[in-house]
């Protein structure tokens, strides 16, 4: 993932109120994994695919998932188109 790309990541959840500490220790230091592309197939044989970032709680490694097609406003004017 480019820099500038995981920085607007940060910036756009920074943003929406995704600031909480974690669910899991109550630390509040996170990484977004960079170095990784993770999707998820609802179904193998439909193709129908949702990219996602990790979002790493820097203490206990809980992770966390956000799709970046919400993030980056796709998902939503799909959804309008409709």
Known sequence: MRQATKEGYVTKLKSLGAVLPCSRCGK?????VDDS??????NSLSGEYL????????????????????????LEEELEET
Request: include cysteine; glycine fraction near 8%; proline fraction near 3%.
């Open 28 to 32: 509040e230091k996170f990484h977004l």
């Open 51 to 74: 990219p996602v970032i990790i979002v790493l709680c820097i203490n206990c490694g809980n992770a966390s998932l956000h799709a970046t097609r919400i993030l980056d406003g796709v």
């Open 37 to 42: 592309e993770l999707g998820i197939t609802r």
